[in-house]
């Protein structure tokens, strides 16, 4: 091909990408608004929609073009869209809002989330150096890793519901739109298209990219899809910094990471076990480093907080790990 014909390509794709997170992005919004309307019509508690529908809502994203790769096949990116939207979760959104205000903590995220979502990626890592038992003859995340981790999402969302029943004041219900049951509808029909259609446009344009480009679909889904799928955690993060209520923007992001692995990645590989690829396990040891680190960042001083030179540590770190990983592995 050549280069003009290239770049005219890579330009389209592009388009096309950004339009699909977009509706993607958008189409998760409108998902939850309307789900949620709509249970608050039928008489479901304001804290019950915040534990579930919009707390699964900030990983729809990631869930539908997981569901999309697992369909079309494209099981590299179903994988490095976990964990790299995992990873700049951590490093880049929670790294950035530090430098914009510190980050405080709440008991809960430091004794169960953040060990929740370190003990996530280790998982990952084991995982993916185990031969599966149902036979399947690469390694990587089969339907017994998948099945695993939902076990341990149940036990997440039974631990969640029942300190919300013990420790109300410290849920957060969140903001539920009071709107009449047909917008409500229209809404959700809205999102599930604009999620289903930005899905599919995302998978098809990244792999399209990666083709050429002559570059690995798994680059592609560590950096491009996986920061478009982590758009909503950015919005929420940096909004909460400018209100110095930065206590909500940790919570958003290891909850996230917290759904991501043990719902996203655990239902696809469920579905269809998904194989190792070349750099997996360097991935899977900046997802759990990177949530020891915040663990570490928020144990080592008494106001529990992570400080702006934490902050500047988290994006040091991440610009070393992708420079390297674009250089060496890509």
């Known amino acids: 091909m ?32 309307g789900a949620s309307a709509f249970a608050k019509r039928f008489g479901i508690s304001d804290l019950v929609i915040g534990l579930t529908i919009v707390a699964f809502g900030t990983s729809m994203p990631e869930f539908v073009v997981n569901m999309v790769s697992v369909a079309d096949g494209v099981t590299d990116l179903a994988i490095t869209n976990i964990l790299g939207s995992n990873i700049i979760n951590t490093f880049v959104i929670l790294g950035i809002t530090a430098l914009v205000f510190p980050i405080s903590s709440q008991k809960r995220s430091r004794d169960f989330d953040i060990p929740m979502s370190i003990l996530a990626g280790v998982l990952v890592l084991i995982f993916v150096a185990m031969q599966s038992p149902f036979g399947e003859d690469e390694k990587g995340i089969s339907r017994m890793g998948g099945i695993v981790l939902l076990l341990f999402f149940a036990y997440f969302l039974y631990n969640t519901f029942r300190n919300a029943k013990d420790h109300p004041e410290d849920a957060e219900a969140g903001t539920i739109l009071s709107i009449p049951l047909w917008k409500a509808i229209l809404l959700i029909v809205a999102g599930l298209i604009g999620l289903v259609v930005g899905g599919e446009m995302i998978v098809k344009s990244a792999v399209r990219i990666a083709a050429d480009l002559g570059i690995s679909e798994a680059i592609i889904g560590l950096t491009i899809v996986a920061l478009g799928t982590s758009l909503p955690e950015l919005a929420t993060s940096v909004m909460a910094a400018a209100k110095k209520n930065c206590d909500i923007a940790l919570g958003n992001v290891v909850g996230s990471n917290i759904f991501n692995v043990y719902f996203v990645l655990a239902t696809s590989a469920t579905i269809c076990p998904l194989p190792a690829y070349k750099g997996i396990g ?3 040891l900046m997802a759990v480093g990177g949530s020891a680190i915040v663990w570490l960042l928020v144990k080592a001083n008494k106001e529990r907080e992570i400080k702006r030179w934490g902050g500047a540590v988290l994006v040091l770190l991440y610009g070393g790990y992708l420079t390297y990983r674009l250089l060496t592995l890509g």
Request: aromatic content about 8%; proline content about 0%; overall charge negative.
């Open 2 to 33: 050549e280069l003009s014909v290239l770049l005219h390509s890579i330009w389209f794709l592009a388009v096309i990408m950004i339009v699909g997170l977009v509706l993607l992005v958008k189409g998760a919004d409108w998902l939850v608004d």
């Open 282 to 284: 360097l991935d899977a």
